[in-house]
């Protein structure tokens, strides 16, 4: 941190004397922090007194701070010791920083304490930061209630009290929070005592409000500070573990009440470490930005992510049980042990998206978390950083930047790299340097080498190593410190024994993007072959060092037919091999799948399929290997399948041939949802990976058209239009299909009842999704521009993204929104809370998924609008590139699809692969990936190929 700021000091510091950083010439000691929402007026707003007991650090005369959008009425220095005041010059604010300098009459000197006492005002927010308030219609008295609560992370504190809003400044608060009557205020720690005197003097004795008084906090970043004010009730719990919610909804929360205490538990076991503070609340609210926010000691949730109504369908159930320990994790990581600055926020969301699974997985060891982990965070994030993507930890100055940097890299990759570590050392080791890191750092903030250091010197106790002769920091900082990832290029020498094998690394991108290539990563190596397959060994047997182009490894292994590199998928890698060996691993895949490891299967999908999206193999691979199918029987590698064969329909929309692939596709579909269906309508399994993909993959079967899903899930639909239940994990399918297949009017507004007074947030949830469904282009529209009704409309601005997502899986939903963007663009901008942002979320969803040319069109023209400010244009360019890499891939494969699906429909009995025609590697892309490697480098290997 400290380096950062002098380099970006130097860099910036401007003429005004302003930075982005604080200068540190001073720092907090501890607050005290006075407040009272009014929401008696129109203009609802709020008054606050904070006195921070800060130190100087060296003479100064200056004391800035963070402040946003607040007014400053007064501000007092008093020097501690003395109790003398110093005069205050004069208050200077600068915007684009948001900050306010306060400028003193006089010198401080170096290592004294001072008093700064500031009274300010502000208006209660409406755009869910900072101090805002939201609200709710009541059932019982039908009256809109409201309430005002807080979300600070990542630089929203300073919109609610001036404060020095950086995260490594962890300092104790105490917090007092004024309420009127029937509301209750609640906040980080448990109320110390609650009176009617106004100690603060913020009223001017006018109100007479009940003043709640928080005990003081440890130690704590200013984003983590919480406060609500409303009316809110919670069960009664036998716990440290409250569950607040709006009363309706107060049954609700049984399931939090009683899982939460568990998943609070199985951190304590896999840290080591206690969860110290008095009481934990989770609160469910009817607004917020995010799906959940682990303030300390009081977690924030959207009332989806929280209450479990008891009819909700098993993914809800999955969904709310990972949100929890999520936050839960935060309490250690990211709370206890803070990044020292948000280039590293990874180092709290990487482990908190790693305890969603491998946490809760103690909990439930039935869910089979560990393998939904491969294809929910370690293929989605192998997938998006196949394309130009920031690296691990990044640097990130303006709140822009920060807020954009919370993305799949920061979640899903930083989660992976923590997986690939944990494989490689083992578990004992991996809970050992956690547990020391959190002890060392407790109450501190840290840096990744903070991290490296406890595996480090855990791994030295015990005389081992992660990689000879290199320490933790230097293996690990190729993963963290440099953006994307390595496909590993396996052969097996040609002349020699059998068990020699010759690898190659380099960079791994779909998009030609050739800068960088020379980047090389420490990679751990497991391998198993046909001769002896075993997966369970998950650590190293040999280490490809970023120094060596290739590699000639000797292994302990004899091998007839095939080898498989990566092991459980645990190296954050892909991997390629000659054709032989895919060929070889195919056969064994069609003749016993199950010999081959369940993650492996799905890591073979996923990586042939996007080695041939690079180039680097022919799709003739990845669609021979899809015909394994019939005996997959497993649902995970069915997710890689699935996901894979979406990129493709989604390009291939544009083909005259389109339909014959989709009928290709299809097949595969009923594959796995006939078995799905047996399974839960017939054997009345009761299995969370069962009943939770038998959502997903009807979704899939039923917007592919298949009877097979469709018919049954329309009688859902119209025995549920007349009163009858549809069964909790058919519902989602049978509302989307029953509004697709019924296009009136009535029927689309019988749903959007459900989704306006329903109690239960999953049928809510699952009435938003299907309203997107029709394939009426009025009632498409009319839903959509419902939005424009802004928050005071039936769409909570927390749900816009939902809408959004929903209509883009359909082509009538993608016209709907291109029309929408192009035609409400300066109503949307405008009228909208934070409209910039609403436009750009809509063109980034549209650029991944416009695939005919008058789609394309107009997304090309809304980005050529006139006026658009840079930053959005920006934005639109940067994503704009997704749609050219997309027609490229259109006009390099779509020719090899349709020959493929041509010549498989025209065969009956697929004995011998296709592939044995013609080589699996593409000459295309073997030449636009080819330039990564040296000339020297492709001598060396014909030497030893040869
Ligand atoms: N700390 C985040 C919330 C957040 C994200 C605040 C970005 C500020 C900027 C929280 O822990 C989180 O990650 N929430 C997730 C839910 C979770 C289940 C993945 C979210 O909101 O998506
Ligand atoms: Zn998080």
Redo the contacts with the bound molecule.
């Keep these: 941190m400290l380096l950062k700021f002098v380099t970006f000091y130097a860099l910036v510091q401007g003429l005004n004397g302003f930075n982005t950083f604080l200068p540190n010439t001073t720092v907090p000691k501890s607050y005290s922090l006075c407040i009272a929402p009014n929401f008696e007026n129109e203009d609802t707003s709020f008054v606050g007194l904070v006195q921070i007991l800060i130190q100087t650090k060296n003479i100064t005369s200056e004391v800035v701070l963070h402040s946003k959008d607040l007014n400053i009425t007064s501000v007092n220095v008093t020097e501690v010791s003395t109790r003398q005041s110093v005069g205050l010059k004069e208050l200077v604010y600068n915007k684009d920083n948001e900050q306010a300098k306060i400028v003193l009459y006089q010198s401080l000197p170096g290592n004294h304490e001072y008093m700064i006492a500031i009274r300010f005002d502000g208006l209660l927010r409406n755009d869910m930061t900072g101090f805002y308030k939201s609200s709710y219609n009541q059932s019982q008295t039908g009256t809109e209630n409201f309430l005002a609560v807080t ?1 600070f ?2 630089t929203y504190a300073r919109s609610a009290f001036p404060c020095y809003d950086e995260p490594h400044y962890k300092v104790p608060f105490n917090i007092t929070v004024g309420v009127s009557d029937k509301q209750i205020a609640l906040s980080n720690m448990p109320l110390s005592y609650k009176d009617h005197k106004d100690v603060c003097e913020l009223t001017n004795g006018g109100k007479n409000l009940s003043w709640y008084h928080f005990q003081q906090t440890p130690p704590m970043s200013t984003y983590l500070v919480a406060f609500f004010v409303g009316e809110i009730a919670s069960l009664k719990s036998s716990s440290k573990v409250n569950v607040y919610t709006r009363s309706d909804y107060l049954e609700q929360t049984q399931y939090a009440l009683g899982i939460a205490p568990k998943l609070l538990e199985a951190m304590e076991l896999f840290t080591g470490i206690k969860y110290k503070l008095p009481k934990l609340d989770l609160v469910a609210l009817p607004d917020l930005g ?5 303030n300390l000691g009081m977690n924030t949730f959207r009332e989806r ?1 929280l209450l479990f109504p008891e009819d909700s369908t098993t993914q809800y159930k999955g969904a709310v049980t ?2 929890i320990q ?2 839960l994790s ?1 309490q250690w990581f ?1 709370n206890l042990v803070t990044c020292d600055w948000w280039d590293y926020v990874w180092l ?2 990487g482990f ?2 790693f305890f ?1 699974y491998f946490a809760t997985a103690t909990v439930e060891p039935d869910w089979n978390l560990p393998e939904f982990f491969v294809v929910e965070q370690h293929q989605t994030a192998l997938e998006y950083d196949q394309l130009a993507r920031h690296s691990l930890s990044t640097d990130v100055f303006t709140p822009e930047e920060i ?1 954009n940097s ?1 993305d799949r890299i920061t ?1 899903n990759k930083g989660a992976s790299v923590l997986r690939m570590l944990y494989s490689y050392v083992g578990k004992d080791v991996f809970k050992d340097s956690l547990k020391l890191y959190l002890t060392k750092h407790m109450g501190g903030s840290v840096n990744p080498k903070g991290l490296w250091d406890a595996f480090e010197e855990t791994l030295s106790k015990r005389k081992q190593t992660l990689v000879k002769d290199q320490t933790v920091n230097e293996v690990m900082s190729t993963w963290t410190e440099q953006s994307g990832y390595p496909v590993v290029n396996v052969a097996k020498h040609k002349n020699v024994t059998k068990n020699q094998f010759v690898m190659t690394q380099e960079r791994f991108t779909v998009d030609g993007f050739l800068g960088k290539c020379f980047t090389k990563w420490f990679i751990g190596v497991t391998i198993t072959s046909d001769l002896k397959p075993t997966f369970d060994d998950l650590t190293a047997v040999f280490w490809l060092y970023p120094k060596d182009d290739f590699y000639i490894i000797k292994l302990p292994l004899e091998t007839d037919k095939w080898f498989i590199v990566n092991l459980q998928s645990t190296g954050f890698y892909r991997v390629n091999y000659e054709e032989e060996n895919w060929l070889a691993l195919i056969e064994q895949l069609k003749n016993a799948p199950d010999v081959i490891h369940v993650l492996n299967r799905a890591h073979l999908v996923d990586d042939s399929f996007n080695l041939a999206r690079a180039g680097r193999l022919n799709y003739t691979v990845p669609l021979e290997l899809t015909n394994y199918l019939d005996k997959e029987n497993d649902v995970i590698p069915w997710y890689s399948v699935m996901n894979s064969f979406n990129y493709i329909l989604d390009r291939m929309r544009r083909s005259p041939l389109y339909f014959e692939f989709e009928n290709y596709v299809s097949d595969k579909a009923l594959i796995i949802f006939t078995k799905l269906e047996r399974q839960v309508k017939q054997e009345q399994i009761k299995k969370y990976a069962i009943n939770a993909s038998f959502n997903t993959f009807s979704v899939w079967a039923c917007s592919l058209n298949l009877q097979a899903c469709v018919l049954p899930a329309i009688r859902y639909f119209q025995a549920w239009q007349k009163g009858e239940k549809i069964p909790d994990d058919q519902k989602h399918v049978a509302f989307c299909v029953g509004l697709k297949y019924h296009p009136d009017s009535d029927t689309w507004n019988q749903v959007f009842q459900v989704y306006l007074k329903t109690q239960s947030a999953s049928e809510r949830y699952s009435a938003l999704n299907a309203l997107a469904c029709s394939q009426n282009v009025f009632l498409l529209m009319n839903y959509v521009e419902l939005i424009l009704k802004g928050p005071n409309g039936p769409i909570r601005p927390q749900d816009y993204r939902a809408v959004f997502n929903s209509l883009s899986s359909n082509q009538m939903g993608i016209k709907t929104l291109l029309y929408f963007l192009r035609d409400n663009w300066d109503r949307i901008r405008k009228e909208l809370l934070n409209g910039d942002s609403v436009a750009e979320t809509i063109y980034s969803i549209l650029a991944s998924k416009v695939s005919l040319d008058d789609e394309i069109i107009l997304l090309n023209e809304i980005r050529s609008k006139p006026g658009i400010p840079s930053t959005l244009q920006k934005s639109f360019d940067f994503v704009y590139k997704q749609v050219i890499i997309n027609q490229k891939w259109f006009d390099t494969y779509s020719n090899d699809i349709n020959e493929f699906v041509k010549l498989d429909s025209s065969k009956d009995d697929p004995i011998s692969p296709r592939t044995s025609a013609a080589s699996p590697i593409n000459s295309v892309g073997s030449l636009s990936t080819i330039t990564c490697l040296t000339i020297i480098h492709l001598v060396v290997l014909f030497i030893y190929y040869n």
Aim: proline share 0%.
């Design positions: 979300q992370e990542a995010f799906g959940a926010m682990e992510l990972k949100t999520h936050e935060h990211g709290n969301e908190a998206t969603e807020d919370f979640y």
